[in-house]
């Protein structure tokens, strides 16, 4: 057995309790800096997705891309209108759809600007039938009684409201409740009445409206999408997926540069486009809330 000097062991273990001692000491720092950075990172983290959004990018972006809309719309409901007084059936059916897409891009901004929807958009008994006028009145006669005979007159005051229309865009002001809201609405548009198959209850048109729709609403949140995505990425995501899903399954009912008759729909396709929407609009409703946190 090996003999210890009790002098020398008595300083190495001094030596090694003060050791201990510092190293724990280090120890505690190293961590209290850690948690001190972690705590300064979440802290950041949170501040940035607290901090206010600046929309006025998008606001602006938003009322060039209705201006941008409504110059086309004027360009082709002129050439409408044009076929529909020289009686020129065929021509006026062809462009009647793909006309009314510019407008169905850009309602939100239509509806803000007065009584523009009613006079341009109104179905039948939507209004009184002394005041119903504009596309609606039109696609009656066109359809269902395959004529434009007497109508003359609706379609001439059909492009006045257009060009009234794009008169005022000039004047309007995009904020964030149009655009926080307007997407929604656009979807609800789809909703309501094109998913129906009621809006264009005379030509049968309707996917043409129900895909304007969706493109307007697409738009928005394009627009929203840096904002969207430093306040939540993950909602942000999904929305995108979503739209992606509804442009793959509304592209299976083109038909050469249009889109085919709602009545050949099936009950299978018209529930299929209703879960699509519904899957779309519920986290494009929560949109407003996260960029208005």
């Known amino acids: 057995m090996k003999v210890w000097n009790t002098g020398a062991v008595l300083f190495v273990a001094a030596s090694i309790a003060l050791a201990g001692c510092g190293n724990k000491e280090n120890n505690q720092a190293e961590s209290a800096e850690a948690g001190t950075t972690a705590a300064n990172t979440a802290n ?26 409504c110059d086309q719309f004027i360009i082709e409901t002129e050439k409408f209108v044009t ?14 759809a793909p006309t009314r897409m510019y407008y169905e891009r850009i309602e939100p901004i239509a509806e803000s600007l007065g009584d523009f929807d009613p006079n ?77 198959g009621e809006e264009e209850r005379y030509s049968h048109t309707d996917l043409y409206d129900f895909v304007a729709n969706v493109e307007g609403a697409k738009k928005i949140y394009e627009l929203l999408q840096p904002a969207l995505q430093a306040k939540d990425a993950e909602l942000e995501a999904q929305i995108g997926e979503n739209f992606t ?38 986290p494009l409703s929560q949109m407003g809330t996260i960029l208005e946190a």
């Open 120 to 196: 341009i958009d109104a179905r039948e008994n939507d209004v009184p039938d002394a005041d119903w006028r504009g596309f609606h009145k039109i696609e009656q006669s066109l359809w269902v009684n395959n004529t434009t005979d007497g109508m003359a007159e609706v379609a001439d005051r059909l492009f006045s409201d257009v060009q009234a229309l794009r008169a005022l865009m000039e004047t309007v002001e995009v904020d964030s409740t149009m655009l926080v809201t307007g997407a929604v609405e656009l979807l609800n548009e789809v909703s309501s009445s094109k998913v129906t």
């Open 83 to 96: 076929a529909v007084k020289n009686g020129d059936l065929e021509t006026a059916k062809a462009l009647y």
């Open 245 to 282: 899903a509804m442009e793959t399954l509304l592209a299976k009912y083109k038909s050469g540069d249009g889109y085919v008759s709602y009545t050949d729909l099936t009950e299978a396709d018209t529930k299929a486009l209703s879960q699509a929407l519904d899957a779309l609009a519920e």
């Open 44 to 69: 950041t983290t949170t501040e940035s997705a607290d901090a206010p959004v600046d929309l006025t990018d998008a606001m602006t972006g938003y009322k060039t891309y209705g201006i941008e809309q």
